[in-house]
């Protein structure tokens, strides 16, 4: 018989995300679209050994997913910043605190969420890219001495709230230091490792606005506190 030559296929990428049984689903994000949630198990140690990862996004979408930058925070924080191998426009951006990860998904106009819980578990859902959330009225804190003093060894400026929005140490304003403070009602959605993962992710997508942006500003995330 004639011998086929095998069209060789390409290497598949390994899966970041374990989809688990809708009974495990917990509290929805406010701005998820009805029926594209899932409960999902985040498979971290490929974040920090996989250059290229396989996502399952809700919907029925799959795409392989392009590291290009991975920054270790300390104290077991640290974000990760890629795109999809086929949309170089798009973006995904991860926040990850100990065993919580928050990330944000945009990928051919649609915006996916993932969201820590405070019982550890996983929310992935498309959300509404066109409904930010609500701009709620600031919140009036003051720095307790012992949170002073974990942002003094993290920071050489001043252990107060002029930290928030501060000049870094090279004075010119190109890089900002920021503390961020959560409420007791955001620990109990999101537990603290949640509301740290969120702050790191938050941080880690500004600074990609810059740099989409040309911008030679950055945010230094000093500190997160209750």
Request: hydrophobic share 40%; net charge neutral.
């Amino acid at each position: 018989g004639t011998a086929v030559a095998k069209t060789p296929q390409p290497p598949v990428s390994p899966g970041l995300f374990s989809r688990l049984p809708d009974t495990a689903l917990a509290k929805l994000s406010r701005q998820a679209i009805r029926g594209k949630s899932h409960a999902v198990k985040v498979n971290r140690e490929l974040l920090r050994r996989q250059h290229r990862l396989s996502v399952s996004l809700p919907g029925d979408i799959s795409i392989d997913v392009i590291r290009k930058q991975q920054q270790d925070l300390g104290k077991g924080r640290s974000s990760w910043v890629g795109h999809a191998s086929d949309d170089p426009e798009s973006t995904v951006i991860l926040g990850i605190s100990g065993d919580a990860i928050a990330g944000s998904f945009h990928y051919r106009g649609k915006l996916f969420k993932l969201e820590p819980r405070a019982d550890g578990s996983q929310v992935l859902s498309e959300v509404k890219a066109t409904a930010p959330a609500p701009e709620l009225d600031p919140i009036a804190i003051s720095v307790p001495a012992s949170v002073a003093d974990r942002v003094a060894d993290i920071s050489s400026g001043a252990p107060n709230l002029k930290v928030l929005g501060s000049a870094g140490a090279n004075g010119t304003g190109s890089e900002l230091d920021v503390l961020v403070a959560y409420t007791p009602a955001v620990q109990a959605l999101y537990g603290t490792e949640g509301a740290e993962a969120l702050s790191v992710q938050a941080v880690a997508e500004t600074n990609q606005a810059y740099s989409n942006s040309d911008m030679t500003t950055r945010l230094n995330l000093i500190g997160v506190y209750r």
